[in-house]
């Protein structure tokens, strides 16, 4: 029934991406997580891991940044295994978000953003003018440069996602992985952030974000990845991969899919067992 889902990705599509995994296996404590997985991140667009509690999301996020080692299989980040690769210079080409990153107590939000410059730094090389200008134009991106002198552990939950995606843009990175980004907000923050991400996406980066909302993740995605113990169950366009079939295989979850009314991409109607009026 699985392999009815499932959108194959071919080896040169996994080739020819910036950033891909092939053949990673990994675990935790001799149990693995992730077994024998395949994916191939599109350059330029927005793409979203979702899938049930422990399947292996965040996981795969963490090996897709170099948090993490496969036990099997590499990461390629431009040609090159990314194990392989200096940690600074992974940082120059890949911004990570984790999930909830918490900042020193009373640091400022211009020095926290300020930090995404490190991987610029060295002994030959310290602050300079054109540092500033990056940190400036990263506060300006995320509309938070009127907190550039309060701290972080003051701000809402919604500013703070914001001024943490203007540290990652001071990287200077044009990938970006952000960890459930709109964890503990509201719905209407969640939005906000979101609407930043595409923003983000429309200059000219490209994304991969782990969401939990089914909703939201079809509304801002490009490129879905479904997956399901540790496996990829269905990847592809929203359009093309959510159906009520795959969303019962994937999530145990009975729902109708609809035209979202307000948008170009699908809509999922959770089914219930009470309050629900079915023809």
Request: glycine fraction near 8%; aromatic fraction near 2%.
């Amino acid at each position: 029934m699985v392999a009815q889902y499932i959108t194959e990705i071919g080896s040169e599509a996994v080739d020819s991406a910036r950033l891909a995994a092939k053949g990673v296996s990994v675990g935790y404590g001799g149990t693995m997580v992730i077994d024998d997985l395949d994916v191939a991140i599109p350059p330029g667009v927005i793409t979203t891991i979702i899938g049930p509690n422990g399947c292996g999301k965040s996981t795969l996020l963490r090996t897709l940044s170099r948090l993490l080692k496969p036990a099997k299989g590499a990461v390629v980040l431009d040609g090159q295994d990314i194990v392989k690769l200096k940690t600074k210079d992974v940082a120059k080409k890949l911004g990570l978000l984790p999930q909830a990153p918490v900042a020193p107590e009373g640091l400022t939000v211009a020095d926290l953003v300020a930090r995404g410059r490190h991987p610029h730094q060295s002994w030959l090389r310290q602050w300079s003018s054109d540092d500033v200008d990056v940190v400036e134009r990263a506060l300006a991106m995320t509309g938070v440069s009127d907190l550039a002198d309060r701290p972080v552990d003051a701000l809402s939950g919604g500013q703070r996602q914001r001024v943490w995606i203007s540290m990652t843009l001071a990287q200077g990175t044009d990938l970006l992985l952000l960890d459930e980004p709109t964890t503990y907000l509201d719905l209407a923050h969640a939005v906000d952030v979101l609407d930043l991400v595409d923003d983000l996406h429309e200059s000219g980066r490209t994304v991969v974000m782990v969401l939990h909302d089914l909703n939201l993740a079809t509304r801002y995605s490009d490129h879905l990845v479904v997956m399901k113990d540790g496996t990829v169950l269905a990847q592809g366009h929203p359009r093309d991969v959510i159906t009520a079939d795959l969303l019962e295989e994937a999530f145990g979850l009975r729902a109708k899919v609809v035209d979202d009314p307000v948008g170009d991409r699908p809509l999922i109607v959770p089914i219930g067992r009470t309050h629900v009026q079915l023809d």
